[in-house]
Structures are given as C-alpha cells and as structure tokens.
C-alpha cells in the first residue's frame, strides 16, 4: 500500500502561481511512475502531469504545457506541481496518483494508477 497527501492548493488571482507537493509513504520503492489528475465541478477527471520515478521523465496535458511543470524528491518521496500563468479554468480539485511497477498502461490514464490522495482545492479567481 501507498499513502499520498497533497498539499499547497488555495484561491489565487488569475496569472498567479502555486506549488503542489505530494508526500507518498508505505511501498513507496515499488513506484514507477507518479501524476497529477485534477477535476473540475460538473467535469471528468482530467489529466495533468506525470512523471517516471526513476528517470525522472515527464508528460503534460497539451492544456498545461509550458506553465505547468513536475519535479520528484526521491529522497523526500515527494512530486511536486510547479503551476505558473495560473488561469480560471485551471480551477479544480488536484489528485496525486501512484502507479507501481508492473502495471501497464498509459501515464495519462488515471486507469493506470492504483493509489490515490484526497485532493487538494485550486481555485483561480479572474
């Protein structure tokens, strides 16, 4: 089992910025790869960044590319959420997600990961 917490959400003036951190605990070696998912009221959960734990490559969603970008601590166990030009529409509840070895499937499919936080509430005001 894997553990997450989010943390580092809040209510931001457009064009502002935030950072996520996502502390993981439990089996935490047999990570492969961790993401952030958000969604939004009335919305499908949505893809946002992942990244591979080892080496550390990344993926975004088109909507996020070039302001978003996501780190990892290994020594921490920790994913961080860089969100710059934040706009209204990044307004959702943000998730951190785990995926361990083993399991297959696309980085950008929330199918793909097994352990999930609570969610962290970003809210971007015009």
């Known amino acids: 089992q894997v553990q997450l917490v989010e943390s580092g959400g809040g209510l931001v003036q457009a064009g502002a910025s935030l950072r996520l951190s996502c502390a993981a605990s439990g089996r935490t070696f047999s990570t492969y790869a961790m993401g952030w998912f958000r969604q939004a009221p009335g919305k499908e959960r949505e893809f946002v960044a992942a990244i591979r734990w080892s080496g550390g490559s990344t993926v975004f969603a088109e909507s996020v590319k070039g302001r978003f970008t996501i780190s990892r601590d290994k020594a921490k166990n920790t994913v961080y959420l860089q969100m710059n030009s934040l706009k209204p529409e990044d307004t959702a509840v943000y998730y951190c997600?785990?995926?361990?070895?083993?399991?297959?499937?696309?980085?950008?499919?929330?199918?793909?990961?097994?352990?999930w936080g609570r969610g962290t509430q970003v809210t971007v005001s015009s």
């Open positions: 997600a785990s995926r361990p070895e083993g399991k297959s499937g696309m980085l950008f499919s929330s199918d793909t990961y097994e352990y």
